[in-house]
T-cell receptor, first 115, second 113 residues
């Protein structure tokens, strides 16, 4: 069973549409992250959350919003999708309660295409 | 601010040959360092990690990496590459209590038979 799941795995949408990407985890971790991957740019951090009441912007948060509905769920929204948001999106988790709290565990990714 | 440089965008090696992928980081204190692999169409898999202690770190699939503080490097090595190692490899650094990973731009490995 996957510890970090992402839905949908693939999504094609049109410019201007609202899109939500969902992430769920069964690892019991308190920290969750959203990244996007673009060819030649690696992964870049969009938002991160240390608990349900804590949301922080990453390096490329413009055009995105997030919601931490529960410890295990962290959603990423594109309020009005644009073509340059076409990318592969990854959710990740980490656990403050361990000595290795900097280690992150990644979901399988969501491939989003904005036409 | 922390940063990672992977100077090689694309590397081609023959199956059975040795491999070294370069990674240089910038961080003001002792970093936490990681290597991830991404096979085509797949997510990220952790190969190995360095937190402290022995500077030579062993990972999965026969990979190892050596942390060299004096050179700000964390190069990934494998003595004999298999065709299934063809993938993209990412080096990442993490520092501070925010646990934010900063990734390099990746090195794509092609293995010829």
């Amino acid at each position: 069973d996957a510890d970090v799941t992402q839905t949908p795995r693939n999504r094609i949408t049109k410019t201007g549409k609202r899109i939500m990407l969902e992430c769920s985890q069964t690892k019991g971790h308190d920290r969750m992250y959203w990244y996007r991957q673009d060819p030649g740019l690696g992964l870049r951090l969009i938002y991160y959350s240390f608990d349900v009441k804590d949301i922080n912007k990453g390096e490329i948060s413009d055009g995105y919003s997030v919601s931490r509905q529960a410890q295990a769920k962290f959603s990423l929204s594109l309020e009005s999708a644009i073509p340059n948001q076409t990318a592969l999106y990854f959710c990740a988790t980490s656990d403050l309660g361990t000595a290795h709290y900097n280690e992150q565990f990644f979901g399988p990714g969501t491939r989003l295409t904005v036409l | 601010a922390q940063s990672v440089t992977q100077p090689d965008i694309h590397i081609t090696v023959s199956e059975g040959a040795s491999l070294e992928l370069r990674c240089n980081y910038s961080y003001g204190a002792t970093p936490y360092l990681f290597w991830y692999v991404q096979s085509p169409g797949q997510g990220l898999q952790l190969l190995l990690k360095y937190f402290s202690g022995d500077t030579l770190v062993q990972g999965i699939k026969g990979f190892e990496a050596e942390f060299k503080r004096s050179q700000s490097s964390f190069n990934l090595r494998k003595p004999s590459v298999h065709w299934s190692d063809a993938a993209e490899y990412f080096c990442a650094v993490c520092g501070g209590t925010a646990s934010k990973l900063t990734f390099g731009t990746g090195t794509r490995l092609q293995v010829t038979l």
